[in-house]
């Protein structure tokens, strides 16, 4: 067998599959957004239910809903029947999962739905099937086949339900208007929370942490300084500390070879002038963009009359864990 071509057949049964999904999405999706919003805009959340691979699938759709601003839970039809099942709510709104739509162990839950009184999206590959029938709204995810050589593991489908779970979630979030913000405070303890809700301020360098040395200053003061500080970098400044340029440790090494002499020049003559700079209240995603690019790796902080408040320097990132 040659495993490369096969793993790419594999992957074009399942390409073929998102594609005809995709094609089949019509007004029921519109819906089922529209419904999803009104149960959510009403203190509902969604509840995702499904059995054997679904399940899985099941709880990372509930996982992205819930981190993209669209509160969900996961719900075990087995574990509904002893208990689990009184977390659903009136206000909620059902997402129900089965390609077949014939899994006995979710049908058994559709009465107590019912009962309470809330509107179940039935993703399926059969709208004919007792979960299409049973539900107020179908979402079709019907394939040609699975990947599966046997047609029996379930592969295409649970790829497609996935997919689809993902437009929902996608499309919910721009629908609320959830901002990038929003997103940070559902992720306070991870590398996107803090990259989002960490400002320049909290990451710059101050006081004897900042290079810095005035117009007319020798190379030389302006490495002492650099080392003093343990930084990279070093502000030039007038004498009412207005950002006049930046000289970094790259910038020495660069000039040392066509000038030895160099620390006696005049850091005027070397420094990099109206150097790309921040402002204290951006986010720190800002330096991540800027660094990416513009491919350097210190940046000064001005206020809004161009004096110097700060430094910020790559190698401090990753200590802040936002690199």
Same mark, same amino acid.
């Given at each position: ?22 094609d089949?999405?019509? #007004?029921? %999706?519109?819906?089922a957004? !529209? ?41 075990? /039809?087995?574990? *509904?029947?002893?208990g689990d099942? #009184?977390?659903?709510? !009136? $206000?909620?709104?059902?997402? *129900?999962?089965? @390609? ?9 839950? =559709?009465?107590? %739905? ?15 099937? /007792? ?7 179908? &979402? ?9 050589? %046997?047609?029996?593991? /379930? ?10 779970? +993902?437009?929902? *979630?996608?499309?919910?979030? !721009? *629908?609320?208007?959830?901002?990038? !913000? +929003? @997103?940070?405070?559902?992720? /306070?303890?991870?590398?996107i929370?803090?990259? &989002? ?9 101050? $006081? ?19 080392t ?18 930046? %000289? ?22 070397v ?6 700079? &921040? $402002? ?6 800002? =330096? &991540?963009? =800027?660094y ?28 802040? $864990?936002?690199?």
């Open positions: 067998m040659n495993f490369q071509k096969r793993a790419k057949q594999v992957l074009d049964v399942e390409i073929a599959g998102m594609e005809k999904v995709r089949s999405i019509n #007004g029921n %999706f519109s819906t957004i !529209e419904w999803i919003l009104a149960a959510v805009n009403n203190g509902g959340k969604v509840v995702v239910t499904g059995v054997g691979k679904n399940f899985h699938i099941g709880q990372k759709m509930a996982a992205t809903f819930t981190s993209t601003g669209t509160p969900a839970v996961l719900l075990h /039809p087995i574990e *509904a029947m002893h099942f #009184g977390i659903v709510g !009136e $206000k909620d709104i059902v997402l *129900a999962l089965s @390609y077949s739509g014939a899994s006995d162990e979710l049908l058994a839950l =559709i009465p107590a %739905f019912k009962r309470r009184g809330v509107k179940i999206i039935g993703m399926t590959g059969d709208a004919a099937s /007792p979960l299409g029938v049973q539900s107020d709204l179908v &979402l079709p995810i019907t394939v040609d086949k699975e990947a599966c050589p %046997f047609g029996m593991a /379930p592969t295409t489908s649970t790829t497609v339900t996935l997919a689809l779970g +993902d437009a929902l *979630a996608i499309v919910l979030l !721009e *629908a609320r208007g959830f901002k990038k !913000e +929003d @997103y940070a405070k559902l992720h /306070p303890g991870g590398a929370g803090r990259t &989002l809700l960490l400002k320049v301020s909290d990451v710059m360098r101050t $006081k004897d942490r900042l290079a810095k040395v005035k117009s007319g200053a020798k190379v030389k003061e302006a490495v002492l300084a650099m003093g500080a343990r930084a990279g970098c070093v502000a030039v400044v007038d004498g009412n500390d207005k950002l006049l340029g930046i %000289f970094t440790d790259g910038d020495l090494r660069r000039h040392l070879i066509e000038t030895p002499d160099i620390t006696q020049a005049s850091i005027d003559s420094m990099t002038r109206n150097p790309v700079t &921040l $402002k204290a209240g951006q986010l720190a995603v800002d =330096i &991540l963009k =800027i990416e690019e513009k491919n350097i790796d210190d940046l000064m902080v001005v206020d809004s009359t161009g004096h110097i408040v700060g430094a910020v320097d790559i190698q401090d990132l990753p200590k802040l $864990k936002i690199l």
